[in-house]
């Protein structure tokens, strides 16, 4: 049941409209749960960084399934190995796996964090500096 309440903080359009269901949300849990709506209150600049983001951002954020796959295929690949005579040929192995992600999400069409949205972060935290530089494109306007 808690955990139902607390995610409707996270399913907000805006910044806005998050802050003001976090505040409503502590405002009931203080009654019922006063330790759980403590914490939410402590932990509130943690929980709602993501909204500072532009908003095509908050779905890469929140998720998690790229580090999962990341921890799922470097215990795929130490169970191939099986032992590792020395700790730097696990942090090697590690490693690869970290590589070969980037590489993999370098080019367009693989990219966790496309191009277009990456300068519209960038302008964002940036106006006045980066205005001259920034090519604003036509996606970005409509946005």
Known sequence: MIASIISTIFAQPDR????????????????????????????????????????????????????????????????????FPISAALLLLAGSVLIEQHDEWEPGERRYFFEASMIELTTMNNPIDFIDEAVILPELAAA
């Open 16 to 83: 806005e409209h998050i802050e003001k269901q976090f505040r409503e949300v502590t405002r009931m849990l203080a009654r019922s749960h006063p330790k759980v709506a403590a914490m939410l209150v402590d932990a509130q600049p943690d929980l709602l960084a993501f909204a500072a983001f532009p908003r095509r951002h908050w779905r890469q954020i929140c998720s998690t399934n790229p580090l999962e796959w990341v921890d799922k295929e470097i215990k795929r690949r130490t169970d191939v190995v099986g032992v």
